[in-house]
């Protein structure tokens, strides 16, 4: 993985100073709360329900094993023991003091992480597929490009306070979308072109949030060199023109809509013809450089199809339904990526405590070149683990609970940390995953059913991209009660095309009914579809009707149940 | 807006706490029509020679006026003014960039309003080489916060070239 040069970690070390200084003349008196709070934010510290919360970045999701007992070394020493992976491939952690923050950015910086512009109104962590690299369907490791932004983004002045947040996605796969790319503000999906240049095609004004929109394109077949220059035209377009007269309104996404996507990309062209080649044009120098980072590691000669991995899928039914589930091709024969599922009973998902994170960098270590992935289902990824290799990691990550064969099942559930944490929660979601996770907890039964998307919001902010679930649950205040909305077809595809948000399918229910209102439509899916038939696909070829109808002769909402 | 008492300027690269004898005029009805005022754009606009007659002259513009209605007047202008009405609001940081580097502006750049500390160094990379600290602030704190950072990735007005253009920066 990349390494700081001298000059990375000066800035990354500066940056902690900076902020010691900044929190020092806070406690003087000196800055207002209201004048540390953007600074504080643009340095990953919200003040949450119960503690102040930090979010730390893991830029495009990559974590080295040393980074990770760092992170667990942090979750010992100044929180409660854990922390939690977040949908954007970030860690937070719940319980730690202002003044704390300093001493933990000073241990972050000492294995080359940071909490920079993890919130604010600023460029956001760079978020990436976890299978960068290695992934069979790529045409281009999105990694260096990323690191390439990440740095052009890092404390860059004229984009420090911008109209709202920005998120930014890259991805490589042309079949399949692993980071949600057409949710974000500003998405770039890189491929080759016919003469085998890398180029990107770009997507801007996707977001979640309380007007879901999938992103539009903006431009096509982009030169990676323009990467910068071209994100640099499209930011002080929607720095200038953005709005700010309303929270709600200040994403990209209402200036893309409101200007039309063609008019707004004439407006990024007009202003990105003035940079076209100018001094901010990466180099191919600077790209190789970055890309040294990312050279593949040793791999070995191995075989692709071990007679002993055969026996052993043959011989162990739990080990062979959990391949089906966790183990992913590999660009090099004879290994495989394995993702380990941070969703198990009794945890919240993304939770992992500071012993499992050490274990999770052991097995990096052994299994898999000391890396690890953080991916945006939160769950985590060891990229490169021999095939030979699996049965043993299976056995131990079994032993550490993180061998449920539920990867792109049901129980995956993508979760927000919700009311139990976060201040700006509607509703409480943790309870929600935990109740579908008891319900439905029969590993054959979600075998059967297959892949499904389900993803839990505490409010409308959408962390938990319930827009994008197949099955959505929105946490939803209701004079001072926690209700849930459900929404059903959301789906991320390979392109904004095939990337779609959920339909609301009526009136919301209480907590202890969501299991229920589950349970029902997925009886009407197993009811109506064809064999092998998936989720998703049941749901665009029957409508929501269906599940509707019977949703609501099963369950009162909310709305009758007030009037009884 | 009123007269800073605290004002920094850059010379020779370095920040110092100045004296100043500019007057901001915050609306046209405000103004006498005596000179070494910084003015609105709007009343430079309407008004352009009784502005031109009164003598030294500035304009300073909104988050909101494009700063390339300013052209025309650099011929005899000595100071161009962004206000930034909350701190958060980063529309002067652009309207900066575009000054310095899409229309040539070479005089003195100032940054108005609600300036603080923490943002000088983001605020000189932009461009601005005065700064009008908010009346409360304390240039003693200022000048210790104006350079928190030795170097910086990106390319901006300063330093104009990204890191990955600067030599031998990367050992």
Known sequence: MYRYTPTDQRIVNERVAQFRDQVVRWKAGALSDDELRPLRLQNGLYVQRHAPMLRVSIPYGLLGSYQLRALADIARTWDRGYGHFSTRQNIQFNWMTIEQVPEVLAALARVQMHAIQTSGNCVRNITSDPLAGVAPDESVDPRPYCELLRQWSALHPEFAFLPRKFKIAVSASDIEDRAATAMHDLGFYLRRDAAGQVVADVVAGGGMGRTPMVASIVRRALPWRHLLTYTEALLRVYNRYGRRDNLFKSRIKILVRSLGASEFARQVDEEFAFLQDGPGTATEAELARIAEGFAAPRYSALERYPAALQEQLAANFGFARWYTRSVRGHRVEGYAAVTLSLKRRGFAPGDVDAATMDALADLADQYSFGELRVTHEQNIVLADVPRHALFDLWTAARVLGLATANIGLLTDIVCCPGGDFCALANAKSIPIAQAIQERFDDLDYLHDLGEISLNISGCINSCGHHHVGNIGILGVDKQGAEFYQITLGGEVGADPARTSIGTVIGPAFAAQQVSGVIATILDIYVGLRYPDERFIDTLHRVGIAPFKSAVYAMQHPIDEIEHV | ?171
Request: net charge neutral; hydrophobic share 45%; proline share 7%.
């Open chain 2, 1 to 171: 807006m009123s007269e800073s008492a605290n004002l920094l300027r850059l010379v020779d690269g370095a920040p110092r706490v100045v004296a100043e004898n500019w007057r901001i005029i915050e609306s046209a009805a405000l103004w006498d029509g005596s000179g070494g005022a910084i003015l609105p754009l709007e009343l430079v606009v309407a008004q352009t020679e009784r502005v031109r007659a009164s003598g030294r002259a500035g304009i300073w513009l909104s988050p909101t006026d494009d700063p390339a209605c300013t052209v025309e007047f650099f011929p005899w202008i000595a100071l161009i003014g962004v206000q930034f009405p909350k701190f958060t609001d980063g529309r002067g940081y652009s309207s900066a960039v575009l000054l310095r580097t899409r229309y040539g502006w070479r005089g003195e750049l100032r940054a108005l309003g609600d300036i603080l500390p923490d943002q000088l160094f983001a605020l000189r990379r932009v461009g601005f080489d005065s700064f009008a600290l908010r009346a409360d602030q304390d240039p003693v704190t200022a000048l210790a916060a104006f350079f928190p950072f030795s170097e910086a990735y990106q390319g901006s007005v300063n330093p104009p070239f990204p890191l990955f253009r600067r030599a031998s920066t990367c050992t």
